[in-house]
């Protein structure tokens, strides 16, 4: 019997669908309740629910249609909904324009993920572009909305970025960030240097501990570093439109086909490596002790074949 015709395998992804949609859900009542931490906490919950949906339906070969539409449905209400309310129960509900606020943020989710669906089916994308999401996918979108009320609940009182219209302006440009044209980069795709394997785990370790001790700021500091990686996937996202020949290669590959390209440019001068605790490279006196004659060269000295000499003829 194969993993996809074993009972329970097709439902367990659509059970972690329907977990993240009431993980999202509940921030709303968690807000109601004036409990922020609870909350925030909801939709982060949510977040790495739909991060492993997606991924446990694939491993077990159980993706379907039912369970595209069913992920799409949770990431409106967690992401969308759930943000776009608890928000406008926390700050916004005293002021009409409030509720606009809300509506958009919520729309614009909505709009971001029946975009997603549709590009899903698009075979016309270059190859690079599987390594990108367009625009700030719902999840981040979702955190990235609450990041005002993190900073409150992390410092327990109001500051400057939980004043009405600030958190007006910030809830309409992550909005804007959703929908938008961006290139950010997607973790599905991102490869791994051998070399970098430690450094990385050392910094999940980090990131681990630091979500442990102080979660609320940890995350805060998490969306602002996800905000500054946009810059460097836009740039990266152009570099690659700009070099076919890079669309297929190897992390290891592109990184040299960079540096050949920085180096036509004339951005860098060639590197010249040497080797630690290697002696000094030795020059030839020249020929009769004269600082004006010719100097000697290995090649006349016979030390070295002619590359000429070993050509076959």
């Not at 005293?94 to 943020?105: E, P, Q």
Request: net charge positive; aromatic share 8%; charged share 20%.
């Amino acid at each position: 019997m194969s993993m996809r015709d074993t009972p329970g395998v097709r439902l367990l992804p659509n059970a972690i669908t329907v977990l993240a949609m009431c993980a999202g859900l509940s921030a709303v009542m968690f807000a109601l309740n004036q409990q922020p931490t609870g909350a925030i906490a909801a939709i982060g919950v949510a977040a790495v629910l739909d991060a492993l949906d997606g991924r446990i339906a694939r491993l077990l070969d159980a993706t379907t249609k039912m369970g595209a539409e069913l992920d799409s449905l949770s990431d409106a209400m967690s992401f969308g909904v759930a943000p776009a309310l608890t928000l406008y129960v926390w700050q916004l509900q005293d002021n009409r324009a409030g509720w606009v606020v809300a509506l958009i943020f919520a729309v614009c989710m909505v709009l971001r993920l029946a975009r997603f669906n549709t590009l899903l089916e698009d075979t016309a994308q270059p190859p690079f572009a599987k390594e990108f999401f367009v625009g700030v996918p719902a999840p981040a979108a979702g955190l990235l909305a609450l990041l005002p009320l993190t900073l409150t609940a992390h410092f327990e009182h109001l500051g400057w970025w939980s004043q009405q219209p600030v958190v007006m302006v910030w809830v309409i440009a992550v909005a804007a960030l959703a929908v938008s044209r961006l290139p950010t980069l997607s973790l599905k795709t991102v490869r791994v240097p051998p070399k970098a394997v430690a450094p990385l785990l050392v910094a999940v370790a980090l990131l681990a501990s630091g979500i442990i001790t102080f979660p609320l700021i940890s995350l805060a500091i998490a969306m602002v570093v996800y905000l500054l990686h946009i810059p460097y996937a836009l740039y990266r996202y152009r570099w690659l439109a700009s070099h076919p020949e890079a669309w297929e290669a190897a992390p290891r590959e592109r990184r040299a086909i960079r540096r050949r390209t920085q180096r036509r440019l004339g951005l860098r001068p060639p590197l010249r490596r040497s080797v630690a605790g290697a002696p000094p490279r030795m020059r030839l006196p020249r020929r009769g002790g004269r600082p004006e004659g010719p100097r000697r060269s290995w090649r006349r000295l016979g030390l070295r074949r002619n590359r000429d000499d070993s050509a076959p003829r």
